[in-house]
Nanobody
């Protein structure tokens, strides 16, 4: 069984920073692309950023220059450093990982989500 466990969410004032972490654990053979999505109330889930196993990144336009995605392959962990947060960044943030399990199946796994609220 493979799980993604997120941490680091919470309440922050506009202009503040937060760092999210997401660790994949279980019967893992290879972790390919990892990423972060978010979903605000009444909105569709949208890509925030993603990073390949080789470290290639891409970002949604609305976070370029403010958020940084990184990963530690030895720990199967992905991070999202969020700076200059705005109220419109308020959403539930979900981690995702493309994982090849030791059973030979490859699947996109999702974390449980962590709430980010940007408010004064």
């Amino acid at each position: 069984q493979i799980q993604l466990v997120e941490s680091g969410g919470g309440l922050v004032q506009p202009g503040g920073s937060l760092r999210l972490s997401c660790a994949a654990s279980g019967s893992i053979s290879i972790v390919y692309t990892m990423g972060w999505y978010r979903q605000a109330p009444g909105e569709q889930r949208e890509l925030v950023a993603r990073i390949t196993g080789g470290g290639t990144t891409n970002y949604a336009n609305f976070v370029k220059g403010r958020f940084t995605i990184s990963r530690d392959n030895a720990k199967n962990t992905v991070y999202l450093q969020m700076n200059s947060l705005k109220p419109e960044d308020t959403a539930v943030y979900y981690c995702t990982a493309d994982v090849l399990g030791r059973n030979g199946y490859r699947y996109d796994y999702w974390g449980q989500g962590t709430q980010i609220t940007v408010s004064s």
